[in-house]
């Protein structure tokens, strides 16, 4: 059932605001103040954390160890490193492409304002793109996953010792995946320009592989999950379709470039490649809010009336998610969160709450604001949801607990994570094996190694929360969740208040 307006349509635009600013800020549990500089450098390390390969002698978390060394070998290819996605073992190239891409973005909006942390982002940039390059290193190839996904949820053991199928997975001229691919090249050029001025080479070889990719993804069509189905779902398949992240990959070409061949793909393709279809969804699979975001900019700046379709569909992002008169698929639980069903609930948080704070600073600097029919959505009205969201993760909600592990004094102790919550190599050096591990992930007792800046699945619309392996959707983190919580932080750290 439709959830109805909480604003009547009597009320002027200066008591709607005030209505709407009553929402954002009725919690339970109001803290004095949060810690972002903490948070943002815990959040980043976090990364470290899910790198797979071989370590670097500057690991933070000490814990971990090499792993998943010759990935990549069945096929006679060195697909070592990168990330694994969350709470396995399994390196999924969708999601880590997205999550590299939005780093980079994290990075290009809000570097400025991570102080001392900013190396360490760079570096989980890289980390990611380090991969990505040994993945699309074949022209008309990219290998997209590495590790059977079956196998691999069949077992409960630490990366350094699985002995699961490291099965390789591609995707070709034969075997098309422009979703894959587009994301792929989205994240290569978004960090080509944090590595512009960093690593000049680095950054052009980044930007030359994104042109390739691109190219490769946009003349063989095709959606990666109808190629590989059966190892690629239920897990990662791409429910959209491949259209978005063509365009979403087009708008990073086109900003790392600024190439005119990618504005005018843009422009044509707008309308064929749907990029007013659903318009309040932003992650790993759907990139339709933060194609009209991204593009959105130019329009603000002065720079690209040509895109001004896109601020149009930007604008009606923002006002879907608006509370008390957002979408039926949007939605606040009393205590504050924004909620969409499908999936880790805290993944639309971080990623929609970016949009937000993006939009708002592109809106500053213009000069604009979004009307919303009786209300007006100004700047800092975007500051103050994206920022009530974030402090909800920090600790600020009903179950009184923070969402970052070793944030605060109260954080999950049982996330859904096989190297976390099985004994480390320093402690149990003696290897543990697929089902030894199950015991560890039915005990009732916190993980043993603390998985710092893991940010957890989190709260449904109720605001409750089971501390539980087995609650997977709510325990278990995922590098994409906090990827835009990055930038989100960055900006925090240094703008603490909502002004």
């Not at 008309?140 to 699985?162: K, L």
Request: glycine share 8%; charged share 20%.
């Amino acid at each position: 059932m439709a959830r109805k307006s909480l604003i009547s349509p009597e009320f002027s635009p200066s008591i709607l605001s005030l209505i709407l600013l009553l929402v954002l800020l009725s919690s339970p549990a109001i803290h004095a103040g949060h810690d972002y500089r903490d948070a943002l450098r815990k959040s980043i390390m976090f990364f470290e954390g899910q790198r797979s390969g071989k370590l670097p002698p500057d690991q933070r978390l000490r814990w971990r160890r090499d792993s998943a060394l010759r990935d990549g070998s069945s096929a006679g290819v060195d697909l070592s490193g990168g990330y694994y996605d969350a709470g396995d073992n399994v390196k999924f190239g969708f999601p880590m492409a997205f999550t590299t891409t939005m780093l980079s973005w994290s990075i290009i909006d809000f570097g400025k304002t991570m102080g001392p942390e900013l190396k360490n982002a760079v570096k989980a940039v890289r980390w990611g793109t380090d991969y990505l390059l040994k993945a699309t290193a074949i022209p008309g190839v990219v290998f997209v996953q590495v590790g059977d996904a079956y196998s691999d949820h069949n077992c409960w053991e630490r990366p350094e010792d699985m002995d699961t199928l490291r099965t390789v997975y591609k995707i070709d001229r034969a075997h098309p995946g422009s979703d894959v691919a587009g994301e792929t090249a989205a994240a290569l050029a978004a960090a080509s320009i944090v590595f512009r001025k960093r690593d000049p080479a680095y950054s052009r070889r980044l930007l030359d592989r994104a042109t390739r990719v691109f190219a490769f993804a946009n003349r063989y069509r095709g959606a990666y999950s109808n190629s590989l189905y059966h190892a690629v779902c239920p897990f990662y398949c791409d429910f959209n379709g491949y259209q978005d992240e063509l365009l979403w990959g087009a708008a990073w070409l086109h900003k790392a470039s600024r190439k005119r061949a990618y504005r005018e793909f843009i422009v044509k393709n707008e309308v064929v490649l749907r990029a007013g279809d659903t318009i309040n969804e932003f992650g790993w699979d759907n990139k339709h809010a933060g194609i009209n975001v991204l593009i959105s900019k130019e329009v603000l700046m002065g720079k690209a009336e040509y895109f001004e379709s896109f601020k149009q569909n930007a604008d009606g992002f923002i006002c879907s998610i608006l509370p008390g008169i957002s979408h039926p698929q949007v939605q606040y639980s009393r205590g504050g969160l924004l909620v969409k069903t499908g999936g880790s609930n805290m993944q639309h948080v971080t990623s929609l709450s970016f949009l937000l704070l993006a939009y708002s600073n592109y809106l500053s600097h213009a000069k604009k604001v979004v009307p919303c029919g009786e209300l007006t959505a100004s700047p800092s009205l975007l500051r103050q949801i994206a920022k009530r969201q974030v402090d909800y993760i920090l600790g600020d909600n009903p179950m009184g607990m923070s969402y970052m592990v070793g944030y605060g004094q109260r954080f999950p102790r049982r996330i859904h994570h096989r190297g976390s919550s099985v004994p480390s190599v320093s402690a149990h050096p003696a290897r543990i094996g697929c089902k030894e591990g199950s015991r560890y992930f039915l005990s009732p007792n916190p993980n043993p190694n603390l998985l710092v800046g893991a940010v957890v699945g989190g709260p449904n619309v109720t605001d409750a929360f089971p501390d539980s392996r087995p609650y997977f959707v709510e325990s278990e983190p995922t590098t994409y969740i906090n990827a835009p919580l990055v930038g989100l932080l960055g900006y925090f750290s240094t703008h603490s208040s909502w002004r």
